[in-house]
């Protein structure tokens, strides 16, 4: 894994300085067609960028992994209580998506755009099982690893569907419970373990950025 650290300094949740104690990782993924985590890493590292800050972002192309929060710092990512509790983690997503509307996209080449979400996927996996390690957590204990759209059925989170819109549109067969499975393999020194296409239907809208 390739990690980058780029802490946000200028951003007016990192200049806040709460922190956490971590009981949880929340994964996201940034809902629109940017590839690049350096674009969303120079656009939110304003005083004046009070919307969102997040504790890293995973690169489409490279699948390197931008620390943007020291991971104990209270982030802005999940919208609720996941706030208080969670390390959150953006993966970004294909240039070869057009959104529609809603959590809605088309994609005019399939192949990149699900090499793209491996890519993201993968490092999310090898992410999490570091940090699982770091804070002592159990990646398949209820609660500990969730997605922002599970976050907001818990009641944790504001109403979003990702990732979950993006690997079910593309027909990834990625899923939450596959993805838990794979972190736990991964801190055990298993590997990834990626899951055979079986598409999905579409989640919930996801915030936008650019």
């Known amino acids: 894994m390739n990690l980058i650290k780029s802490i946000m300094t200028k951003n007016p949740c990192y200049t ?4 956490i104690t971590v009981k949880g ?3 996201h993924s940034v809902g629109c067609c940017q590839p690049n985590a350096s ?3 120079n656009n939110w590292n304003r005083p004046d960028y009070k919307n969102a800050c997040v504790h890293g972002f995973i690169d489409g192309n490279t699948g390197a992994v931008y620390q943007t929060l020291p991971w ?3 982030g ?3 919208g609720g209580a996941a706030n208080n509790t969670h390390i959150g983690v953006e993966m970004c997503e294909p240039a070869c998506i057009k959104y529609t509307g809603g959590a809605n996209f088309t994609c005019s080449d399939l192949a990149t755009a699900k090499a793209v979400a491996a ?3 993968n490092a999310a996996v090898e992410l999490f099982a570091m940090l699982c390690k770091e804070y002592g957590l159990d990646p398949l204990k209820d609660g500990v690893v969730i997605s922002h759209r599970e976050g907001h059925s818990r009641g944790l989170a504001s109403n979003h ?3 979950e819109h993006l690997w079910n549109q593309l027909g990834t067969g990625y899923t ?3 993805f838990r499975r794979a972190v736990k393999a991964a801190m055990g020194g298993g590997g990834v373990a990626l899951l055979p296409p079986t598409p999905k239907s579409p989640s919930r809208p996801r915030k936008r950025a650019s």
């Open 16 to 19: 806040a300085g709460r922190k």
């Open 25 to 27: 990782l929340m994964l």
């Open 39 to 41: 674009v969303f890493v």
């Open 72 to 74: 104990n710092h209270r």
């Open 76 to 78: 802005w990512q999940a």
């Open 119 to 121: 890519r993201t996927y």
């Open 161 to 163: 569907g990702d990732p």
């Open 176 to 178: 939450m419970d596959g």
